[in-house]
């Protein structure tokens, strides 16, 4: 080669790097923008129900739980994927999941912060959440699951901090895992309490929902740090290797069965039972008004991706299959909270009102989430991503040549 064309090479090189910069910064300020505007929508949103009250959402006297709930027990699921990651792996004493740990503990520390700030807006009265730290109720489960909650995201806070440590302490690592492990448990079983406790609702009041909320929490993180690498993955220069997502896959695979193993169970004793109450909210479910988001689940968000990851072993089948998954999970939680409030405790005319003015008198509320939801979970999900985004930022991407890449 010349020198003119080693020149000109060279020149060509430095501009393609000068406007591959120009696009990437283009392209971070445009998410920095896009949070921005999440963030506002949501907090504005939040201010507005705050001063008119719970009037503006959808929720009734028939249906008091409704989409805020729904994200908290989704969040609460998918923030177990990361430190079960973690833990799970340092206890079995394999590296194969090292390069994604910082990663998977991201994940959860936003996932569960996040599911920490879906209980505010749904309280009505957020600025009264102070007393259940000076008068907790030692009986209420909300207690004890505020308690378990702000304890996991310590220990996720923590265990991201040991993991950026150089070199990384072994020791604290163990010994983070064998806490860590129980408490992710308890954090899904508490959670699966504040409804299973409830008598008067019979498909809640179960001794599978905590076993059914732990499967799921594991089959939805699990599919999380998988989505969120492949994002990572091909926005930034860090590579997760192909043995992590074939070793994610196969966790996976189990855990799904797993869930597939509990959902089928309880649906088919509470359908062979015949039980009236409990047959009742699964009528809900199977043949009511439940019943496409109920075989999405099952079909879409169960089934297809199952034997996507049985028949494909690539890295993009893989994926797919996770963000499925994700669906699937979160209309899981959409039946078991819809399926006991859509049937009503009182059965007789002319039923209850709904708690708005004119509205008549009815025993079966139907409920739709409004603007004022939807613009809450829009501030949680730009919350949620933002904490992903500081993470991967400051402590995963500076990181990323330290652990070997398996591919």
């Not at 991201?106 to 007393?131: E, F, H, N, Y």
């Not at 504040?194 to 594991?218: D, H, K, Y």
Request: net charge neutral.
């Amino acid at each position: 080669m010349s020198t003119i064309d080693a020149v000109v090479s060279g020149a060509g090189g430095v501009g393609l790097a000068a406007r591959e910069g120009r696009r990437s910064g283009r392209g971070w300020n445009v998410w920095v923008g896009l949070l921005v505007t999440g963030l506002v929508i949501g907090f504005g949103s939040f201010v507005y129900q705050w001063s008119a009250g719970l009037t503006v959402t959808g929720l009734s006297n028939t249906i008091t739980w409704g989409l805020y709930i729904v994200a908290f027990m989704f969040l609460v699921g998918i923030s177990a994927g990361g430190l079960i990651v973690v833990a799970g792996a340092e206890l079995a004493g394999t590296h194969r999941f090292e390069h994604v740990n910082r990663l998977a503990v991201v994940c959860s520390v936003a996932a569960v912060a996040t599911a920490a700030g879906t209980i505010l807006p749904d309280l009505g009265r957020p600025q009264m959440a102070w007393k259940m730290l000076v008068q907790p109720h030692l009986t209420s489960p909300l207690v004890w699951d505020m308690a378990v909650l702000s304890l996991y995201l310590v220990i996720g806070v923590v265990d991201l901090w040991i993991l950026t440590r150089r070199p990384v302490p072994a020791k604290s690592l163990r010994v983070m895992a064998i806490v860590s492990l129980p408490v992710a448990i308890l954090v899904h079983s508490v959670t699966a309490w504040i409804f299973g406790l409830l008598v008067a609702r019979p498909f809640w009041n179960t001794p599978l929902l905590a076993p059914l909320f732990i499967s799921s929490a594991l089959v939805s993180g699990t599919a999380l740090v998988i989505a969120t690498a492949a994002i990572v993955e091909r926005l930034t220069n860090f590579v997760v290797g192909g043995a992590v997502y074939r070793g994610l896959r196969r966790l996976l695979l189990w855990f799904v069965a797993a869930d597939a193993f509990l959902l089928f169970t309880e649906v088919m004793t509470t359908f062979v039972s015949g039980e009236p109450d409990h047959r009742e909210q699964l009528d809900v479910l199977l043949t009511g008004r439940l019943a496409p988001v109920f075989w999405a689940e099952v079909t879409i968000g169960l089934l297809l991706p199952a034997m996507i990851l049985v028949f494909t072993n690539t890295r993009r089948w893989i994926v797919t299959a996770s963000v499925l998954l994700l669906a699937g999970v979160f209309a899981k939680r959409i039946n078991i909270l819809f399926a006991a409030e859509f049937d009503p405790l009182v059965g007789l005319a002319p039923g209850i009102p709904g708690g708005r003015p004119g509205q008549p008198f009815r025993p079966d509320e139907i409920y739709l989430p409004s603007w004022v939801e939807l613009g809450v979970l829009t501030g949680m999900v730009a919350f949620f991503c933002t904490i992903v985004t500081i993470g991967v930022r400051y402590a995963v991407l500076p990181h990323q040549d330290e652990d070997p890449v398996l591919d």
